[in-house]
């Protein structure tokens, strides 16, 4: 494979998780426009919460059946365009059933979409020869980013979800389309690729410890994402402008760490880089959970980003090369255990917050994470750092 594909091939598959943290971030800001939209009681919005990250864990049990027949390229050139439509649908329907089918949808293709993107990437890294994975999830965090900032202008400008979503997708579902023409997976004829279509054999029993990593991160990742604005205005008497404040301070660094976590990897290795991540999340939780103001409670989430933000890439690279037999098999299932830690996280400090404090609620995220040091061996099996005397030849680290 030449040099120029693997690079177009890199760039393609950035844009698609690009893309990816634009449209999700774009569903997930605007829930009290969409809760308002289509006339969603209190009672009745977990349910449709909770079924989109449960719905996006079939898509991805079913994507690893669907990789044994079909290429993980060919899963994303079509699962992403049907993401993208779903968001519209969310934003152009008006009856309660339509809600329902279009975050069904959503919630199916996405875990498809998130499946086979990770899938690509740990090829790709594997073409590579060195760490390129936190590059991609730091293309997510730039997504999401640029998401909110439209979402907030759509509220801002008291604008309807179909004005808000419509010039995104006209926008991004024709590039995503394109750019997908350009998709590389590594050298899928080699590294166990082949075997890995006829049926690879992952041992769950190895891969745990990946899934229960994979878990505490997003319960961290869930507890920021739900809980910080309420923290911060509740517990430490921010102002209502202020609280809003800590999410996005969380997705700038989780942006900034991983743009630098690769060269982290490269220099230390995965498994310094996560035991690192996990003591500086586990410390931002513990500022957080003792923090006397707004400001104090603040720096605890910006620690929080730049610890949590290295974890989840490094886990899918680990799993990869734990199973090169049977990466997409292995991957598919790590997967599922995103949407568990995002399904457990919020109830779970919210439950606690109500029956105990908001401050001890957040002991236990800092607990989960700090657990991930038990499992940080998972991540260092010998060719973990891409470096040194087990480096591909430089003449393919082409970006």
């Given at each position: 494979?030449?040099?120029?594909?693997?690079?177009?091939?890199?760039?393609s598959?950035?844009?698609?998780?690009?893309?990816q943290?634009?449209?999700?971030?774009?569903?997930?800001?605007?829930?009290?426009?969409?809760?308002?939209?289509?006339?969603?009681?209190?009672?009745?919005?977990?349910?449709?919460?909770?079924?989109?990250?449960?719905?996006?864990?079939?898509?991805?049990?079913?994507?690893?059946?669907?990789?044994?027949r079909?290429?993980?390229?060919?899963?994303?050139?079509?699962?992403q365009?049907?993401?993208?439509?779903?968001?519209?649908?969310?934003?152009?329907?008006?009856?309660?059933?339509?809600?329902a089918?279009?975050?069904?949808?959503?919630?199916?293709?996405v875990?498809?979409?998130?499946?086979?993107?990770?899938?690509?990437?740990?090829?790709?890294?594997?073409?590579?020869?060195?760490?390129?994975?936190?590059?991609?999830?730091?293309?997510y965090?730039l997504?999401?980013?640029?998401?909110?900032?439209?979402a907030?202008?759509?509220?801002?400008?008291d604008?309807?979800?179909?004005?808000?979503?419509?010039?995104?997708v006209?926008l991004?579902?024709?590039?995503?389309f394109?750019?997908s023409?350009?998709?590389v997976?590594?050298?899928?004829?080699?590294?166990?690729?082949?075997?890995?279509?006829?049926?690879?054999?992952v041992?769950?029993?190895?891969?745990m410890?990946?899934?229960l990593?994979?878990?505490?991160?997003?319960?961290?990742?869930?507890?920021?994402?739900?809980?910080?604005?309420?923290?911060?205005?509740?517990?430490l008497?921010?102002?209502?402008?202020?609280?809003?404040?800590?999410?996005?301070?969380?997705?700038?660094?989780t942006?900034?760490?991983?743009?630098?976590?690769?060269?982290?990897?490269?220099?230390?290795g995965?498994?310094?880089?996560?035991?690192?991540g996990?003591?500086?999340?586990?410390?931002?939780?513990?500022?957080?959970?003792?923090?006397?103001?707004?400001?104090?409670?603040?720096?605890g989430?910006?620690?929080?980003?730049?610890?949590?933000?290295?974890i989840?890439?490094?886990?899918?690279?680990?799993?990869?090369?734990?199973f090169?037999?049977a990466?997409?098999?292995?991957i598919?299932?790590l997967?599922?255990?995103?949407?568990?830690?995002?399904?457990?996280?919020?109830?779970?400090?919210?439950a606690?917050?109500?029956?105990?404090?908001?401050?001890?609620?957040?002991?236990?995220?800092?607990?989960?994470?700090?657990?991930?040091?038990v499992?940080?061996?998972?991540?260092?099996?010998?060719?973990?750092r891409?470096?040194?005397g087990?480096?591909?030849?430089?003449?393919?680290?082409?970006g």
């Amino acid at each position: 494979m030449t040099d120029a594909r693997l690079r177009h091939g890199r760039a393609s598959l950035a844009l698609s998780f690009f893309v990816q943290g634009v449209t999700f971030a774009l569903l997930v800001t605007r829930i009290p426009a969409i809760q308002d939209r289509y006339g969603i009681s209190d009672g009745l919005l977990p349910v449709f919460l909770a079924a989109v990250p449960i719905l996006a864990g079939v898509g991805s049990v079913v994507t690893e059946k669907v990789v044994a027949r079909v290429r993980p390229r060919v899963v994303l050139r079509w699962a992403q365009p049907v993401v993208l439509l779903a968001l519209l649908g969310v934003g152009a329907g008006s009856e309660l059933w339509q809600a329902a089918v279009a975050l069904g949808v959503f919630g199916l293709s996405v875990g498809a979409l998130d499946a086979s993107m990770n899938m690509m990437g740990v090829s790709l890294q594997r073409a590579y020869g060195r760490s390129i994975m936190l590059g991609f999830h730091a293309a997510y965090s730039l997504g999401g980013i640029a998401g909110a900032s439209m979402a907030w202008a759509g509220a801002h400008w008291d604008l309807t979800l179909l004005v808000s979503y419509l010039p995104t997708v006209v926008l991004l579902l024709p590039a995503a389309f394109i750019g997908s023409r350009w998709y590389v997976e590594g050298k899928a004829e080699d590294d166990g690729q082949e075997a890995e279509r006829q049926g690879g054999s992952v041992s769950f029993k190895l891969l745990m410890p990946l899934c229960l990593v994979m878990s505490f991160a997003y319960i961290g990742d869930s507890t920021v994402s739900n809980w910080s604005a309420k923290y911060l205005q509740d517990v430490l008497g921010s102002s209502e402008q202020l609280s809003t404040v800590p999410y996005n301070v969380y997705m700038v660094t989780t942006l900034l760490g991983r743009a630098v976590g690769d060269f982290g990897v490269r220099r230390f290795g995965a498994v310094a880089v996560v035991r690192f991540g996990s003591v500086l999340a586990a410390a931002g939780f513990a500022v957080v959970a003792v923090a006397s103001g707004a400001w104090i409670g603040m720096l605890g989430f910006t620690m929080l980003g730049l610890g949590l933000c290295v974890i989840v890439p490094q886990t899918f690279a680990a799993a990869g090369r734990m199973f090169p037999g049977a990466s997409d098999t292995a991957i598919a299932r790590l997967n599922v255990f995103n949407y568990v830690g995002f399904l457990v996280g919020s109830p779970l400090v919210g439950a606690l917050g109500d029956a105990w404090s908001y401050r001890g609620a957040m002991l236990v995220p800092m607990v989960l994470v700090l657990a991930t040091l038990v499992y940080a061996k998972s991540f260092g099996s010998e060719p973990a750092r891409y470096g040194g005397g087990h480096e591909r030849p430089r003449t393919v680290d082409v970006g």
